[in-house]
């Protein structure tokens, strides 16, 4: 896991994700996920891309059950965009998540 | 400075990585490429029983990993999560961008991208996708722990990831457009005889309903032409695969359904391209198939590259 990706709980959501000063990219993974497997080293690539000016954060779904039924995720791998304590942006899912795209779409919210 | 190989393959399932086991046995310099880790849909089967030499059935992750271990043993390498950002496949020397960085060539390239999940086509569907609907019970099955779900779809893949989804749903409600099952009559007997499993027949998909997450399904009952809507915590997609051809769009002509034509040895026009799995034009789309596309597809690429490079 690269230096500019953390890994949070549940009880950090408040703290990490809507107080955040910067734009947080949200990863809703779980384990036995071949997709979440798969995006692993581009949510890297691209928090190493945006560090400083963006916040990568991963949350394990299976222990976060209750988070992951309020924000309406039943998906993983669900990446979830928020900017000033709120949600912004689509939401990206599933296997089809590219780089270049994951790349596009942090740029536009950084607008 | 672009890398240059004997032979790349595009796609890590079955199809291109049984043609990597047969080139890099032949000594040909070999690369597969592949947007994800490998084992194509096979990874994300919880369960095959039909592939030869498994007489006590194996998981699609075990499969698929055996595959890779496999090819990687005799020396091909495999780049997995990689996009494909460039490409130039219709002269002698191939060429392919990945990830907009790294260029690749060879004289003889293997198209064995696979298929997606067709998507139904219906109102709603986009919105709820990661909200309550889903094309992959390995992946999201475990969302739906005690909850009543529904899946769309009559053939094999509905049926059998429905009997799947019955280790974590309390109900799955099975909606089909026609009057009986396509799938294999032993999955179709072992699926109503689950208690889990509810089946409604001659409905279609009209329309996917909710807030934030999916809560209603809306279906016709092709008989009466009467609209129900249904209580849904999560709504699964098995209504077929469609081909993943993007690449070869300007390069070779694609038959109806965007599938490649090829001769029996893999063939494309374009000399030194060759299409393997279910990409191709055929009847039957199974991992025995496409395994034999891809070790055919290895064999006449061995052949051309060898004959010119005299």
Do not use: W
Not at chain 2, 128 to 136: A, D, N, P, T, V
């Amino acid at each position: 896991m690269s230096d500019h990706v953390k890994e949070i709980t549940a009880q950090d959501y408040e703290r990490e994700v809507l107080a955040s000063k910067e734009p947080v990219v949200l990863d809703f993974y779980s384990t036995e996920c071949p997709p979440c497997e798969a995006l692993a080293p581009k949510f890297d690539a691209v928090a190493d891309a945006f560090a400083g000016r963006a916040r990568f954060l991963k949350i394990f779904r299976q222990a976060s059950r209750e988070l992951a039924t309020r924000l309406g995720v039943t998906g993983s791998p669900t990446l979830v965009f928020f900017k000033g304590g709120r949600e912004v942006g689509e939401r990206m899912t599933g296997e089809e998540i590219k780089k270049s795209a994951l790349k596009a779409q942090v740029e536009s919210i950084l607008e | 400075m672009a890398e240059k190989y004997d032979l790349i393959i595009v796609g890590a399932g079955p199809a291109g990585l049984a043609a990597a086991i047969y080139a890099a046995r032949a000594r040909m310099k070999t690369l597969v490429v592949d947007e994800s880790i490998p084992g194509g849909q096979v990874k994300t089967t919880h369960k095959v029983s039909n592939y030869p030499g498994f007489p006590e059935d194996v998981s699609g992750k075990d499969l698929a990993a055996a595959f890779a271990a496999q090819a990687q043993r005799f020396g091909a390498k495999i780049a997995k999560a990689v996009e494909i950002t460039g490409h130039d496949l219709g002269g002698p020397e191939k060429r392919l961008v990945l990830d907009e960085e790294d260029e690749v060539t060879a004289p003889a390239v293997i198209i064995a991208t696979g298929a997606k999940p067709r998507e139904l086509g219906v109102p709603g569907e986009s919105r709820f996708r990661g909200r309550g609907i889903s094309y992959c019970a390995t992946c999201d099955g475990a969302y739906f722990d005690g909850k009543d779900i529904h899946v769309i779809g009559g053939g094999n893949s509905a049926v059998e990831e429905s009997l799947f989804l019955t280790q974590f749903a309390r109900s799955v409600t099975i909606v089909h457009q026609f009057d009986e099952f396509q799938a294999e009559p032993a999955s179709v007997q072992e699926a109503r005889a689950n208690p889990k499993i509810k089946v409604l027949l001659s409905h279609e998909p009209r329309g996917f309903h909710g807030e934030k997450s999916l809560e209603r399904l809306e279906v016709e009952d092709l008989k009466t032409k009467e609209r129900k809507v249904l209580p849904t915590d999560g709504v699964f997609i098995f209504v077929g695969m469609t081909p993943r051809t993007d690449l070869l769009k300007d390069v070779v002509p694609l038959a109806k359904g965007g599938y490649v034509e090829t001769s029996e040895a893999m063939e494309t026009a374009v000399p030194g391209l060759y299409v393997a799995g279910d990409v191709r034009v055929k009847r039957f789309r199974q991992i025995t198939t496409a395994v034999a596309d891809g070790t055919i597809a290895a064999l006449a690429a061995q052949k051309y590259v060898k004959e010119h490079r005299r």
